[in-house]
């Protein structure tokens, strides 16, 4: 059975910086996008960062362009997301999804497959 695994996750203090990753267990990454979504307590899942197979299209969320870089290895079969300049507010779940036809989406309903998460706690 495929499976997305995140890991990376932790408890950082404001200002600090975390790097999530992200494999898939049973298949590659090879010709799909891979995007980074995040739910907070009491909130809706919510759009962080995507990428394609090729790398030649990210998009971001605007509360996270400028400090959060997504990126790939597919030779490792890996998918990143740094994470700099940490507030409380990025405190979440962090997902990682991959969607079969590659394009960079930001709605989760197009992403096929769904990691477990990794938390992120951000405090001040």
């Known amino acids: 059975q495929v499976q997305l695994v995140e890991s990376g996750g932790g408890s950082v203090q404001a200002g600090d910086s975390l790097k999530l990753s992200c494999t898939a267990s049973?298949?590659?990454?090879?010709?799909?996008?891979v995007g980074w979504f995040r739910q907070a307590p009491g909130k809706g899942r919510e759009f962080v960062a995507a990428?394609?197979?090729?790398?030649?299209?990210?998009n971001y969320a605007e509360s996270v362009e400028g400090r959060f870089t997504i990126s790939r290895d597919n030779a490792k079969n890996m998918a990143y997301l740094q994470m700099n300049s940490l507030t409380p507010e990025d405190t979440a779940v962090y997902y990682c999804?991959?969607?079969?036809?590659?394009?960079?989406?930001?709605?989760?309903?197009?992403?096929?497959?769904w990691g477990r998460g990794t938390q992120v706690t951000v405090s001040s």
């Open positions: 999804a991959a969607d079969v036809i590659d394009i960079a989406h930001t709605e989760a309903n197009e992403y096929d497959l």
């Open positions: 049973g298949r590659t990454f090879s010709g799909i996008a």
């Open positions: 990428i394609s197979w090729n790398i030649h299209s990210t």
